[in-house]
């Protein structure tokens, strides 16, 4: 740009001062010419023909120099067509150079953001880094070297190695971030050097070229701009190095990040290997508590108190993070205010730049005016010029006319020369006339005229002196003639004094005029110095407007990078929405496909029932033959002890149903902990749903700011633009009212039609200089105002994007407000389903509880009926022994057979309460069992429970298979024992018939027929009894069939299957010992020794289990409480890091609302990135404790099922 005003200003100023050269050059030879002649005509000319002579030279002179300047003329009409065709070539030229260095300029500008953008990026890329924090410290280390492919730079000393996670890495990365930032400040102070330098070189080709520079100065500008063009060039490789640079710096900070992720993996696999290494200790510690020795005991909770510690630890490196980080936002808010106070001052400066830009407006408008008047001023001094070369030969004619008749006069009157005067008057007349119409065009023509006409009177002249004789008449004809002729001449002497005097005033007025020249010359030079003035202010102010606009545009590129920031925000809002609800699809799925296998299951186990049921139909039956077989003959021992292994086996399987009520109690606690576990992570996330609406409203407002300050800047920008516009308005009418005032003095000037030829083409020149650099800074100036207007234009268009871009965010934030509504809905929807499952658990756990309880009291009181028939059955048998009147025994059996009979109603009773709770339990347990799954967030979890359900299901079946196997068995066993003793029971009916027979002939001998009908009625009383007695089983055995249904129908449940299985094994123990007792009454009281003696080893077993039991509850309940004493003391660890967040943003948003809005932005949005940072790692670390605590609560049911197991 400056180069071609420079080549532009040197052409047109070589150009026009030859041509003012010449045109002074012609004026000075008119002027001193006119002076030459007028003095010449004052001289007396004595003889005629020198007088000839001398007019004929002259005019011969005259013609020379029309014919030389003619070619003057031609010459320069030449160099003016070269001259307007080298300008118009060297514009286009310069044009050219213009818009390519409009493209370099615009592509330095793009590739200085983009450096900006990568500058940025690596900042954050660096502060995310720094604010990774460690969840445990662990002992590995990792070294990594980081190479750099630039080979401008060097990495820091020190930078290669990284040890440990909490050690020497953090240190390193925030060197290295100093490092990058010192860097970068390099870089940038190199680019604003080399600015610096290029606006040096551009303000010194613009600097104003001294007059009769020539050649020389345009030499010296093309060197210019080859400097510049070397200095650009030398530019762009800094940037190339820059750029080189911080791709160099982007790859190491990409290695440092990979080696970090890698080291935070290999880091959570060790923190796996080793929670899994405590838990197989914890296990093994557990499973056998009555051999573990006390250091064993006390292993696990020093492991857990080290693993405390080094929380702790982690918990104090994040607090003095925090406080780091505290720090740094302190010192941005600093540079954020020295920023903001910069921004006023360039406000101020702008609107400086404002007033001086309209002051260079209204002095731009003076100096196209003066130009113009400089214009008419050449175009009036060409008509002056003409008009006195008219003039000067309109005087020459009259000269020469003169002196030829003065010639005339001088010589001696003869009678011959009467008609020659007369033909000379005539001449004069004729030449007067001529001199009027012809005036100037016919100058040459007339002279050559005159020289025919005064050759032809001379010839004349000769020949009337020749011829001699003439009369008198015609000498006085003559002398008349010559009396008019020198009447004629006095006139034309008259008239030369009076051109004279004319002259004379002439002169007076030019001097006037020069005068008047020289007053203005001197009123414009101060003018001139005014404008330079002017114009060097208007250049400052100019410069101070570009920064002014640059920071404006870097400004516009930080919103822009706002906007965009937020839109990818956005955008990772929405994606993770929809990550949400594709893992709420997936858990729909898969909680679908768990209720279709559990409900396989269902059928698979309601299958397993039947044939289950019709086993022990068939069991049953078996067992009522070998009863009756065993009632009719007491000789089958073998029969007896197989029912003794029976019972040994049922015992053994209500020790199991024990161990499995058990397993479903310590399943309700453990759903206990894990309700209010969920119930913790809902009110947690409840809690950071609030967060990120009280974020989200934050940014609302911080949106809402800015779009009010970009709305108050355009109206400002507008009320400038109109004032500007008046004041322009004002200007071009103050330059009218001036161009009239110049016009007047023009007018002035031209009235006094005379100048100094040398005095005016000097100022010419000058003037013509003025107006050359006086149209260099308009055009100039006109092109920045262009290009204001444009930038005007684009900060327009960016800011209306903006506002688009910021009403696409904020309809983007309502969008996730009433997503957030629906979300926080939800939850508080899924927390009231917990807390009625909770309350369900609580209410079924105390029904469970009060069953329990139910079922010991019913085990006591069939105790005590127990030991009530063992006394009746001793008194039965003693009143057996000894003969007794039939009529007290009587009573005595339905005494007996009422007790049986109330029994057996009180059996009943207990088994419909048992059936109708059972019934509800199940129900509740099934209705907990649904909420629960729906409740179930992790999709790992469920699916290792329902791959433990399917192995659970998978192993039942096989124990039903093998059960059922062994019942057919044991059935086919047990029907070759009814026919077998079918067989022995045809043979002893034949032994009993006889016997009776003999019975009855030794009866009718003794005693006679009352003796025979006494013994008739005991032996129906006992068949009687022995009925009563077996329906009393049959019913027993139902019951034992709607237990085992019932306990069956439990085992469905998946939540808690191990709990009811414990209360159908502890019913089914109580069954079988209600079978025992009643086997054992129907079998006699032959064995009554053995059955006491076997029950009290069952009551001692019973005691000793319960205190080992008892032993093992309130150990796991101390490691419980415990552990649950950690797990509150570190979500109050936890719980105090988010008060320390919540205070640091607080004083965030303090220092967010001290700052200016506007400039604050970024810090903010920086500051809530760190904050997000901080709450996803105080996350990770809940997560992990969270972890911990279901990896301890699993060992401890482990150890509490291996503890019920041994």
């Not at 010449?22 to 002027?31: A, M, N, P, V």
């Given at each position: 740009?400056?180069s ?11 150009s ?10 012609f004026?000075?030879?008119i ?13 007396e ?14 005019l ?7 014919e030389?300047l ?6 320069l009409?030449e160099?003016?067509?070269?001259s ?9 030229e310069?044009?050219t150079?213009?818009q ?5 300029i615009?592509h ?7 450096l900006?953008?990568?500058v940025?990026?690596l ?6 880094v720094?604010s ?9 280390t ?7 492919s ?9 930078a290669a ?6 050690g ?8 290295d971030v100093?490092?990058?930032q ?11 050097r080399?600015?610096a ?12 070229i ?6 020389g100065d345009q ?9 510049i063009k070397e ?6 490789r800094?940037?190339d190095e ?5 791709a ?7 290695q440092k990040?990979?080696?970090i ?11 796996e290997e ?5 838990e197989?200790q914890?296990?093994t510690?557990?499973?056998?508590p009555?051999?573990?020795n006390?250091p ?6 020093s492991?857990l108190q ?15 993070r925090?406080k ?9 808010g ?5 920023l903001?106070?910069?921004k006023e ?8 730049l404002l ?6 407006q209204?002095?731009?408008t003076?100096?196209?005016?003066r130009?113009q ?25 009259a ?6 008749l003065?010639s005339l006069?001088?010589e001696?009157?003869m ?6 005067v007369?033909?000379l008057?005539?001449v004069?007349?004729t030449l007067r ?7 100037q ?17 001379e010839?004349?002249v ?6 001699g ?13 010559l ?31 020069t005068?008047h020249?020289i007053s203005?010359k001197e009123q414009?030079?101060v ?14 102010e100019?410069r101070?407007?570009?920064d ?8 516009l ?7 965009s920031?937020s839109?990818f ?9 929809q990550?949400?609800?594709?893992t ?7 909680l ?10 269902r ?8 044939t289950?049921q019709?086993r ?5 039956a ?10 009719r003959?007491?000789e089958?021992g073998?029969?007896?002890e197989?029912?003794?292994k029976?019972?040994e086996e ?19 606690y453990?759903?206990k ?9 809902a009110?947690?996330?409840?809690g950071?749903?609030e ?11 911080a ?8 709305d ?5 920008l507008?009320?400038e633009?109109?004032?500007l516009?008046?004041?322009l ?7 009218q009212?001036q161009?009239?005032?110049?016009q ?7 009235a006094a039609?005379s100048?100094d030829?040398s ?10 200089r003025?107006n050359?650099e006086?149209d ?8 920045d105002?262009e290009q204001?207007?444009s930038?005007?234009?684009?900060t327009n ?11 696409q ?10 997503f ?5 809905s939800?939850m508080?929807a899924t ?5 009625a ?12 509880r009060a069953?329990?309880?139910?079922k010991d ?10 030991s009530h028939?063992?006394e009746?059955?001793d008194r039965?048998?003693?009143?057996q022994s000894?003969?007794?009147?039939p ?9 007996i057979?009422t007790?049986?009979e109330?029994?057996i109603?009180?059996?009943k ?6 059936g109708?709770?059972v ?9 907990q069992?649904d909420r629960?799954?729906?409740?179930q ?7 290792n ?12 079946r096989?124990?039903?298979d093998?059960l ?15 026919d077998?003793l ?6 002893q009916?034949?032994?009993?018939v006889i016997?009776?027979?003999?019975d ?13 009908e006494?013994?008739?009625l ?16 049959t ?17 469905q ?6 709990e009811i299985?414990k ?5 089914l123990?109580?069954?079988l010992?209600?079978q025992a007792?009643h ?9 009554h020794s ?7 080893q069952?009551?001692?077993a019973y005691a ?5 039991v008892?032993a ?8 419980n ?7 509150h003391r570190?979500?109050?660890?936890v719980?105090g890091?988010e ?7 607080q004083e965030?948003?303090?220092l ?15 500051t809530i ?5 901080i709450?996803?790692c ?6 992990g404790?969270?972890?911990?605590s ?6 401890r049911?482990l150890q509490?099922?291996s503890?019920?197991?041994?």
């Amino acid at each position: 740009m400056s180069s071609w005003l420079g080549g532009l200003g040197s052409g047109l100023g070589q150009s026009l001062g030859q041509v003012g050269g010449s045109l002074s050059s012609f004026t000075g030879q008119i002027s001193t010419f006119t002076k030459d002649m007028l003095l010449e005509g004052v001289e007396e000319v004595g003889d005629a023909s020198t007088e000839l002579l001398a007019s004929s030279s002259k005019l011969e002179q005259v013609e020379a120099e029309y014919e030389r300047l003619k070619r003057i003329h031609a010459e320069l009409e030449e160099k003016l067509e070269a001259s307007e065709i080298q300008i118009k070539r060297q514009s286009a030229e310069y044009r050219t150079l213009m818009q390519q260095k409009d493209v370099e300029i615009s592509h330095l500008k793009a590739r200085q953001s983009g450096l900006q953008e990568e500058v940025r990026k690596l900042q954050h890329s660096a502060q995310s880094v720094t604010s990774d924090p460690a969840v445990l410290p662990v002992t590995t280390t990792a070294s990594t070297t980081t190479t750099t492919s630039s080979s401008y730079m060097s990495r820091p000393p020190g930078a290669a190695l990284h040890q440990g996670f909490h050690g020497s890495s953090d240190e390193m990365d925030f060197s290295d971030v100093i490092w990058s930032q010192q860097e970068i400040n390099r870089l940038s102070a190199e680019l604003m050097r080399l600015e610096a330098e290029v606006s040096h070189w551009r303000s010194v080709s613009q600097a104003s070229i001294p007059p009769g520079a020539g050649n020389g100065d345009q030499g010296e500008v093309l060197k210019l701009q080859r400097i510049i063009k070397e200095l650009r060039e030398e530019m762009g490789r800094e940037v190339d190095e820059h750029q080189h640079e911080l791709a160099a710096l982007q790859d190491a900070q990409r290695q440092k990040m990979a080696d970090i992720t890698r080291r935070h993996r290999d880091e959570l696999a060790e923190y796996e290997e080793r929670i899994e290494e405590l838990e197989e200790q914890k296990h093994t510690g557990g499973t056998s508590p009555a051999t573990v020795n006390a250091p064993q005991d006390s292993s696990v909770p020093s492991d857990l108190q080290s693993t405390i510690q080094t929380l702790k630890e982690a918990a104090e490196e994040q607090e003095e993070r925090l406080k780091e980080l505290t720090a740094g936002l302190e010192e941005a808010g600093r540079r954020q205010a020295t920023l903001q106070q910069e921004k006023e001052e360039a406000r101020a400066e702008n609107a400086e730049l404002l007033q001086n830009y309209t002051r260079l407006q209204t002095s731009v408008t003076e100096l196209q005016t003066r130009v113009q008047e400089q214009e008419g001023k050449a175009r009036n001094k060409t008509q002056l010029d003409q008009e006195i070369q008219g003039l000067r030969k309109a005087l020459a004619g009259a000269e020469e006319e003169i002196s030829r008749l003065k010639s005339l006069q001088s010589e001696p009157k003869m009678e011959v020369e009467h008609a020659d005067v007369l033909e000379l008057n005539t001449v004069t007349g004729t030449l007067r006339k001529e001199e009027e119409l012809v005036k100037q065009d016919k100058v040459v023509l007339y002279e050559l005229t005159l020289q025919e006409r005064l050759a032809s009177a001379e010839g004349r002249v000769e020949s009337d002196s020749l011829d001699g004789g003439e009369s008198s008449e015609q000498l006085s004809g003559l002398r008349a003639e010559l009396e008019k002729s020198e009447q004629s001449l006095r006139e034309t002497q008259e008239e030369r004094d009076t051109l004279l005097n004319e002259l004379e005033e002439l002169d007076r007025q030019n001097q006037e005029a020069t005068q008047h020249v020289i007053s203005v010359k001197e009123q414009l030079s101060v003018q001139l110095k005014e404008s330079e003035a002017e114009v060097a202010r208007l250049k400052s102010e100019l410069r101070t407007a570009t920064d002014q606009r640059v920071a404006l545009q870097q400004e516009l590129q930080a919103q822009q990078e706002k906007l965009s920031q937020s839109a990818f925000t956005l955008n990772d809002l929405h994606m993770g929405k929809q990550e949400l609800e594709g893992t709420v699809k997936v858990l729909r799925d898969k909680l679908g496909q768990a209720t279709e296998m559990g409900n396989e299951a269902r059928r698979e186990t309601q299958e397993h029932q039947r044939t289950l049921q019709e086993r022990e139909e068939q069991l049953s039956a078996a067992r009522a033959e070998l009863c009756e077989a065993g009632e009719r003959g007491r000789e089958s021992g073998g029969s007896r002890e197989q029912l003794e292994k029976e019972l040994e086996e049922l015992s053994r399987e209500l020790a199991e149903m024990r161990s499995s009520q058990e397993k479903v109690m310590s399943e309700d606690y453990e759903m206990k902990m894990k309700n209010q576990r969920l119930k913790t992570e809902a009110e947690q996330a409840q809690g950071r749903i609030e967060e990120l609406a009280r974020q989200v409203r934050e940014v609302q407002a911080a949106l809402s700011r800015t779009v009010l300050e970009k709305d108050t800047r355009i109206e400002a920008l507008k009320l400038e633009k109109s004032q500007l516009e008046g004041e322009l308005v004002q200007a071009e009418r103050g330059l009218q009212e001036q161009t009239r005032q110049y016009q007047q003095t023009v007018e002035e000037l031209t009235a006094a039609r005379s100048m100094d030829a040398s005095a005016l083409q000097t100022e010419h020149e000058r003037t013509v200089r003025l107006n050359q650099e006086k149209d260099l800074e308009i055009s100039q100036l006109r092109r920045d105002v262009e290009q204001m207007a444009s930038d005007h234009r684009d900060t327009n268009e960016m800011l209306s994007i903006t506002v688009a871009g910021q009403k696409q965010l904020t309809d983007l934030l309502q969008e996730k407000d009433s997503f957030m509504e629906s979300l926080r809905s939800s939850m508080a929807a899924t927390q009231r389903e917990m807390e009625a499952a909770v309350q369900a658990a609580t209410e079924e756990a105390g029904a469970l509880r009060a069953a329990l309880e139910e079922k010991d009291k019913q085990l006591g009181g069939m105790k005590e009926d127990k030991s009530h028939l063992k006394e009746e059955i001793d008194r039965l048998r003693d009143q057996q022994s000894r003969p007794q009147h039939p009529g007290l025994a009587e009573p005595r059996t339905l005494d007996i057979i009422t007790e049986l009979e109330t029994e057996i109603s009180q059996l009943k009773s207990s088994r419909d309460g048992l059936g109708e709770e059972v019934q509800a339990l199940r129900r509740r347990m099934e209705e907990q069992r649904d909420r629960l799954l729906s409740s179930q967030q992790s999709v790992q979890a469920q699916q290792n429970e329902l791959d433990q359900a399917h192995q659970r299901h998978e192993q039942s079946r096989e124990n039903y298979d093998r059960l059922i196997h062994a019942k057919d068995e044991e059935i086919g066993r047990l029907q070759q024992e009814v026919d077998h003793l079918g067989h022995t029971r045809s043979s002893q009916e034949q032994e009993v018939v006889i016997l009776q027979q003999e019975d009855k002939t030794q009866s009718s001998l003794n005693n006679g027929e009352n003796c025979n009908e006494k013994h008739d009625l005991s032996k129906v009383e006992i068949d009687r009894l022995v009925k009563g007695i077996k329906e009393k089983e049959t019913e027993i055995s139902q019951l034992n069939e709607k237990n085992l249904n019932l306990t069956r129908q439990l085992d469905q449940l998946a939540v808690s299957r191990e709990e009811i299985g414990k209360l159908s094994q502890m019913v089914l123990q109580k069954d079988l010992e209600i079978q025992a007792l009643h086997a054992r009454v129907s079998l006699g009281g032959g064995s009554h020794s053995q059955d006491m003696m076997f029950l009290q080893q069952q009551l001692q077993a019973y005691a000793v289990e319960r205190e080992q039991v008892l032993a093992v509850l309130n150990e796991k309940t101390r490691e419980n409480s415990q552990l649950r004493s950690d797990y509150h003391r570190i979500m109050d660890i936890v719980a105090g890091k988010e008060a320390v967040l919540l205070k640091v943003q607080q004083e965030n948003q303090r220092l967010s609302t001290m700052s200016d809005p506007s400039g604050s932005q970024e810090m903010f949005r920086e500051t809530i990135q760190n904050l997000s940072r901080i709450i996803r790692c105080s996350c990770v670390v809940i997560f992990g404790g969270q972890k911990d605590s279901s990896s301890v609560g699993r060992a401890r049911r482990l150890q509490q099922d291996s503890g019920f197991d041994s």
